[in-house]
């Protein structure tokens, strides 16, 4: 199987570097300083699982590489209909495009572009962070959770998890994704937004009795949001495993990363969204919107 991985920050670095590391076919389409590294010396990533560095193959140029089996699509939520465009010399008529990305949107965005049928739902788990170009730290979990848009266990979906196995990337099939997608959103809305505005670790946000309570109300109403649009989640259940993921959680988030490097940030995908859905089903969700608007403010004078 040819795999191209598309967006090699640490989600992508860490999982196409697992694929690289395990003997899988893999590109890398990468840019700027990342390209400049990737093509100088190797891909290194440092883990507590062990640490590895690894020649790879990298091009900022699609055409190049053409058609693929599988296409991990890790790029930012605000990027991916340009990326999606950039990368359509690589999709074939048998390719797969994996989304590895925060939102609930983003498989609606890369489907109108290459079809619905080439097009997988991935929910990535991991504190990981670059440390340069080239360079991946993973601190926290390192696994992947896919399926199809519209649930199922597909033969594809048995397939491309019998292939991640062979090669060493821990991941799951899961009949269920939309369940999956929203339930890693109720996590995303509260505990990346809340602590890009805190600072420090995840886990402070627990440790802090207001910001501990502001992170129950964002929860609540991703899941009435979600339950409103037909994907049923348990409140109880949700809150009690971010909790227990969070407690122990001694890494920034994606985007506080993304603010402390002058990058955008992802607030639209992971609130925005929330706050939009809501207001077309007649209901508020004033936490969201008020971490919406704070964030969208804060992304103007970084």
């Given amino acids: 199987m040819k795999v191209a991985v598309v967006g090699v920050g640490a989600v992508g670095g860490y999982f196409g570097g697992l694929l690289a590391k395990g003997g899988a076919d893999v590109t890398f389409i990468a840019r700027g300083k990342h390209l400049e590294a990737l093509r100088a010396r190797d891909l290194t990533v440092k883990s507590g699982k062990g640490d590895f560095a690894i020649r790879v193959c990298a091009t900022d140029d699609p055409a190049e590489?053409?058609?693929?089996?599988?296409?991990?699509?890790?790029?930012?939520?605000?990027?991916?209909?340009?990326?999606?465009?950039?990368?359509?010399?690589?999709?074939?008529?048998?390719?797969i495009v994996l989304s590895l990305q925060n939102g609930i949107d983003n498989e609606e965005k890369i489907a109108s572009l290459v079809g619905k049928e080439k097009v997988l739902a991935g929910?990535?788990?991991?504190?990981?962070?670059?440390?340069?170009?080239g360079v991946v730290c993973q601190q926290e979990s390192g696994r992947i959770v896919f399926g199809e848009l519209d649930g199922g266990l597909s033969e594809r979906v048995i397939r491309l998890k019998a292939f991640f196995d062979q090669y060493g990337l821990p991941a799951e099939g899961s009949p269920d994704m939309k369940k999956i997608l929203w339930a890693k959103l109720a996590?995303?809305?509260?505990?990346?937004?809340?602590?890009?505005?805190?600072?420090?670790?995840?886990?402070?946000?627990?440790?802090?009795?207001?910001?501990?309570?502001l992170a129950r109300r964002v929860t609540e109403e991703v899941v009435t949001v979600a339950n409103a649009s037909g994907v049923r989640l348990a409140l109880a259940e949700v809150w009690e495993r971010n909790i227990k993921f969070s407690r122990s959680y001694d890494v920034k988030t994606s985007m506080l990363q993304d603010l402390e490097a002058g990058k955008p940030l992802e607030y639209e995908a992971l609130n925005g969204v929330i706050v939009k859905k809501a207001a077309g089903l007649g209901l508020t969700t004033p936490c969201n919107f008020a971490l919406y608007a704070l964030l969208s403010g804060l992304q103007v004078t970084s």
Avoid at 66 to 81: A, E, N
Avoid at 192 to 209: H, M, Q, Y
Wanted: aromatic share 8%; hydrophobic share 45%.
């Fill in 65 to 95: 590489v053409g058609p693929v089996d599988l296409v991990l699509f890790c790029v930012k939520s605000y990027d991916t209909g340009t990326a999606i465009r950039q990368t359509l010399p690589m999709v074939g008529r048998e390719s």
């Fill in 187 to 213: 996590w995303n809305a509260p505990f990346n937004a809340i602590n890009t505005l805190v600072g420090g670790p995840v886990k402070v946000i627990l440790e802090n009795p207001h910001t501990f309570e």
């Fill in 123 to 133: 929910v990535a788990y991991i504190g990981a962070s670059m440390l340069g170009p």
